[in-house]
């Protein structure tokens, strides 16, 4: 279940639309989430991923029509997602389309980074980032669906309980704070802050630092 107030804090969306016969079987064999017993109207999220596993996307999926689903993901990077799910379609009766957001893109950077909510291109880096650790596993992987690109990495991790080198938390900040400044335990440089607002903060924390809080959905 996704977290209370979530699209508040989201945004104007693009959206990859995916129409076709075969639309839901080709999703559900790319995506971490469960397609196939989706219903009209039903919403999931999803991660797309590389065959490595890293995300190029976090999305969500909405079945639309028996044939039809829409994927929104973060203003500026429908492109990605649309690269990506064009990338292992062969012979697939289904089509693509992007559809971007319109307006100007105006996200409550505070209420986000108190739900603890990561936003492509700050938490999430496109061919950088794995799932363990963003706090949405739990959400955006089905773990009895089969086989999709990245499953691999995602299962071992999940099987053998392992955590992430590091994860996503919130943190308590100095006033100045900017993305990109070094997160501090002691002496020691223990990670990154991603995202600030004033005194708010998130962040990639270095495992071995209890620092911040760990984000969980």
Do not use: N
């Not at 999220?45 to 929104?72: H, N, Y």
């Not at 690269?83 to 379609?89: G, N, T």
């Not at 995202?195 to 630092?209: E, M, P, Q, Y």
């Amino acid at each position: 279940m996704e977290p209370t107030g979530l699209d508040e804090v989201l945004g104007p969306r693009d959206v990859v639309v995916a129409e076709g016969a075969d639309a839901a079987t080709y999703l559900h064999s790319q995506l971490s989430q469960r397609v196939a017993d989706m219903a009209v109207g039903e919403q999931r999220w999803t991660f797309v991923l590389q065959p490595t596993g890293k995300i190029d996307a976090l999305a969500r999926v909405s079945k639309t029509a028996d044939d039809r689903f829409e994927l929104d993901t973060d203003a500026g990077f429908g492109d990605v997602l649309l690269a990506r799910l064009q990338r292992f379609m062969i012979r697939v009766d289904a089509t693509l389309e992007l559809q971007a957001a319109e307006g100007a893109v105006d996200v409550d950077e505070a209420a986000r980074i108190d739900l603890g909510w990561p936003r492509m291109g700050a938490e999430v880096v496109p061919g950088e980032t794995i799932p363990a650790g963003t706090g949405l596993t739990k959400l955006a992987v089905d773990f009895t669906k089969g086989c999709y690109p990245g499953q691999e990495l995602v299962e071992r991790m999940d099987s053998r309980a392992a955590e992430a080198p590091k994860s996503l938390r919130r943190l308590v900040v100095p006033d100045g704070t900017s993305a990109g400044d070094p997160v501090v335990d002691g002496d020691d440089e223990v990670g990154t802050v991603t995202s600030v607002a004033g005194t708010t903060a998130l962040g990639w924390v270095k495992r071995s630092s209890e620092v911040g809080d760990v984000v969980q959905f």
